[in-house]
T-cell receptor, first 115, second 112 residues
Framework: GAVVSQHPSWVICKSGTSVKIECRSLDFQATTMFWYRQFPKQSLMLMATSNEGSKATYEQGVEKDKFLINHASLTLSTLTVTSAHPEDSSFYIC???????????FGPGTRLLVL | QQQVKQSPQSLIVQKGGISIINCAYENTAFDYFPWYQQFPGKGPALLIAIRPDVSEKKEGRFTISFNKSAKQFSLHIMDSQPGDSATYFCAASTRSNYQLIWGAGTKLIIKP
C-alpha cells in the first residue's frame, strides 16, 4: 500500500499559460499533502503543505498566487502553476501522509518545461 | 539548527562492497529519521527509517545506524549492486512538525 500518483508525468507549455498538476493517494486517505520542487542535482525544496479542506501553508519565498494549491479531498491535491515562465521549469513532486508525523510517500514527479 | 548535513556528496563503490552514507543533525527534537532513494526522473522512495529509541535497524541489505549522543545516523548498503546506483537522501522530522528536513543528497555509483 501507500501509492501516490501524479499526472501528468511531464508537460511542455508556452510562457504565460497555466498548468495543473494532480497528486492522488491511490490506496490510502491523506490528511496532509506536500508539494516540492527539485532542481537538477539538488535536494527537494518544500513549497507548500496542504490539509484537506483548508488553505495551503506556503513556505517563505513561494508565491501563493503563482502556485495555487487545492486539496479538495483526502485523496487529491492539485498544484496550478499560473502564468508560467521559463524559470518555473522544474521537477515538481508531491507527497502524501496518512497522519501528522507519519511517513511521507512520494509521487513519481512531474517534469515541467516552459518555453 | 534545522539543518541535516549529509556526506559524501558522491560515492563510488565496487560491486559487492559496502556503501556508507552519513548524516548529522543539531536539533535534538528530531525523532524520525528516514532514508529515501531516488532514481533519475523519479520521485523519492522510502528505503528505511528509524526512531531514536533504537541504535540500529536492518532491512535486507540496508541498515541504519543511529548514534543519539553524537547526533549522527548513517546508511549502510551491504553487498552493493549496480541497481543500487541512485541518489540517497537522509531526512529528519519531529512528531509535532511533519515537515521533513532534507540532507543534500549523495549520488552513489556502484561499479560492476
Amino acid at each position: 500500500g501507500a501509492v501516490v500518483s501524479q499526472h501528468p508525468s511531464w508537460v511542455i507549455c508556452k510562457s504565460g499559460t497555466s498548468v495543473k498538476i494532480e497528486c492522488r493517494s491511490l490506496d490510502f486517505q491523506a490528511t496532509t499533502m506536500f508539494w516540492y520542487r527539485q532542481f537538477p542535482k539538488q535536494s527537494l525544496m518544500l513549497m507548500a503543505t496542504s490539509n484537506e479542506g483548508s488553505k495551503a501553508t506556503y513556505e517563505q519565498g513561494v508565491e501563493k498566487d503563482k502556485f495555487l494549491i487545492n486539496h479538495a479531498s483526502l485523496t487529491l491535491s492539485t498544484l496550478t502553476v499560473t502564468s508560467a515562465h521559463p524559470e518555473d521549469s522544474s521537477f515538481y513532486i508531491c507527497s502524501a501522509q496518512r497522519g501528522t508525523g507519519e511517513t511521507q510517500y512520494f509521487g513519481p514527479g512531474t517534469r515541467l518545461l516552459v518555453l | 539548527q534545522q539543518q541535516v548535513k549529509q556526506s559524501p556528496q558522491s560515492l563510488i563503490v565496487q560491486k559487492g562492497g559496502i556503501s556508507i552514507i552519513n548524516c548529522a543533525y543539531e536539533n535534538t527534537a528530531f525523532d524520525y529519521f528516514p532514508w529515501y532513494q531516488q532514481f533519475p526522473g523519479k520521485g523519492p522512495a522510502l528505503l528505511i527509517a528509524i526512531r531514536p529509541d533504537v541504535s540500529e535497524k536492518k532491512e535486507g541489505r540496508f541498515t541504519i545506524s543511529f548514534n543519539k549522543s553524537a547526533k549522527q545516523f548513517s546508511l549502510h548498503i551491504m553487498d552493493s549492486q549496480p541497481g543500487d546506483s541512485a541518489t540517497y537522501f537522509c531526512a529528519a522530522s519531529t512528531r509535532s512538525n511533519y515537515q521533513l528536513i532534507w540532507g543534500a543528497g549523495t549520488k552513489l555509483i556502484i561499479k560492476p
